[in-house]
């Protein structure tokens, strides 16, 4: 009886420390196999890095380089922007200067030729007087017919008709001229000169202005008290109406008397080409 015990535990035991066995293996085969792939993805993904890395450090490397290269050109041409520079610093400065030393040149040319154009004004004024005086119809006058030349301006005598103030101004105006301003004392002397001195006595454009308060040429300017004698400015300031001249003297009349008058306008210019 103890014999068959002893055989059924033997067998008991044989059977399940052959059981433990199989366990144990099978844990070690299931311990072993688990781990094998993700080793296997961490080892990919290391390797990866690691490429990744290396390619990053080789295009680091090579701008690297690139960069160095350029910088030593760069260098190069810092070290050489000197003898480039200063040559063309120096043309600079010289052009400057030319370019200041030009306006002058410029203005000294004007004046020259402002200069020249006077003189020829001048000479071909002398030329056509000394044309007029052998032929009053000379092409050259710069007055129209009938009328007087002296200095810039014509002259148109009246001495056969007679008019007032007014209606001498509107006469002259319809020939677009004005009645006769003097302007300075070579003007006055010429007034008292043939052919204008066969008139006694004519209408100035000078008169007076009570909203002005002032005596006033038909240009609305103050005549200047240089061309007036004591005698002359003592009639004007005690007087007002209408100025006009006779035998070299200036007096004031009412504007509605009736005289002569003279009208007066710009010359023309003389032209070159009218002196053949």
């Given at each position: 009886m103890s014999h068959e015990v002893t055989d059924m535990t033997l067998t008991f035991q044989d059977s399940s420390g052959a059981s433990?066995?199989?366990?144990?293996?099978?844990?070690?085969?299931?311990?072993?196999?688990?781990?094998c792939?993700?080793?296997?993805?961490?080892?990919?993904?290391?390797?990866t890095l690691c490429l990744a890395l290396l390619i990053g450090l080789v295009t680091l490397g090579m701008m690297f380089l690139r960069t160095s290269s350029e910088m030593n050109s760069d260098s190069k041409k810092l070290s050489q922007l000197p003898k480039v520079v200063h040559p063309q610093q120096d043309n600079l400065s010289q052009q400057l200067c030319n370019y200041q030393v030009i306006?002058?040149?410029?203005?000294?040319?004007?004046?020259?030729?402002?200069n020249l154009l006077k003189r020829q004004e001048k000479m071909a004024i002398k030329l056509c007087k000394e044309l007029i005086i052998h032929d009053s119809d000379h092409r050259c006058n710069p007055c129209p017919k009938t009328w007087q030349w002296h200095q810039n301006s014509c002259y148109y005598l009246t001495m056969k008709e007679e008019k007032t103030w007014s209606n001498s101004r509107n006469d002259c105006?319809?020939?677009?001229?004005?009645?006769?301003?003097i302007d300075d004392l070579e003007e006055k002397h010429f007034l008292t000169s043939p052919p204008i001195s066969l008139s006694s006595f004519f209408w100035l454009g000078l008169s007076w202005h009570p909203s002005e308060g002032n005596w006033l040429w038909e240009d609305n300017v103050i005549p200047s008290p240089s061309l007036f004698s004591s005698t002359e400015l003592a009639h004007l300031?005690?007087?007002?109406?209408?100025?006009?001249?006779?035998?070299?003297?200036?007096?004031?009349?009412?504007?509605?008397?009736?005289?002569?008058?003279?009208?007066?306008?710009t010359a023309a210019l003389v032209k070159i080409e009218d002196l053949d």
């Open positions: 433990n066995n199989r366990d144990r293996n099978n844990l070690k085969t299931r311990g072993n196999s688990a781990p792939p993700a080793w296997r993805q961490a080892a990919l993904g290391l390797l306006p002058r040149e410029m203005e000294f040319l004007k004046s020259q030729v402002a105006r319809d020939r677009n001229s004005t009645l006769v301003k300031n005690g007087s007002k109406g209408c100025a006009y001249f006779q035998r070299g003297n200036i007096y004031v009349s009412r504007c509605s008397a009736e005289i002569s008058w003279i009208c007066e306008k």
